[in-house]
């Protein structure tokens, strides 16, 4: 009786434990990149990002993921590895950065930050300075702003209904933001 419940625990071990040793090759790279780099990987994430915890842990995961991704790739040399992760990790922060200054932090405003109200010719006469302004810009340049300004479509809706890539729509919308702002400070 003693026997055959000390089978069934052990039987029952070996099922739980299966799944761990027949892990994959890549699933095990992952396990040994975060403990022999984790550490080293989130401190040189965190001096990126400006010591923020968060979006420093999330550059770590991502680089994890891209380095499991591109298992069959990656060398295996130490050094090398580890100047591929953090080279990845400035990469993703980098691009971090671009992407929040493109199209700045919407926030919530109080009626405090509200601007006074202006009576409707003051809103006709900038719209004129706009519409000026805008004309101002190559075909292209308003294609873009006005399809993710104007009709609120992210860049990936845009690059589909302009026929283009996404790249060159956030930099036509970078470009084109820059000649606007130049145009509507020389009108004043």
């Known amino acids: 009786m003693l026997r055959v419940a000390r089978q069934r625990r052990t039987q029952h071990q070996e099922e739980r434990d299966r799944p761990l040793r027949e892990a994959r090759p890549e699933d095990e790279l992952i396990r040994r990149l975060y403990r022999e780099f984790g550490s080293g990987l989130l401190g040189h994430a965190m001096r990126l990002t400006g010591s923020d915890r968060q979006w420093a842990e999330d550059i770590v995961q991502e680089t994890l993921v891209r380095a499991w991704r591109n298992a069959e790739k990656l060398e295996r040399d130490p050094v090398l590895l580890r100047s591929w992760l953090f080279t990845v990790a400035r990469r993703l922060v980098i691009d971090d950065r671009r992407k929040r200054s493109v199209r700045p932090q919407e ?10 109200s202006h009576d409707e010719a003051d809103r006709t006469l900038a719209a004129i300075v706009v519409a000026e302004a805008m004309n101002g810009l190559t075909q292209e340049h308003r294609e873009a702003i006005l ?23 956030k930099s036509r919308v970078y470009y084109a933001l820059r000649a606007l702002r130049r145009a509507l400070q020389d009108r004043g």
């Open 107 to 116: 926030s919530e405003l109080t009626p405090s930050d509200e601007a006074p």
């Open 147 to 169: 399809e993710t300004y104007l009709r609120d479509r992210t860049v990936g809706e845009a690059a589909e209904v302009l026929g283009v890539p996404p790249g060159t729509v």
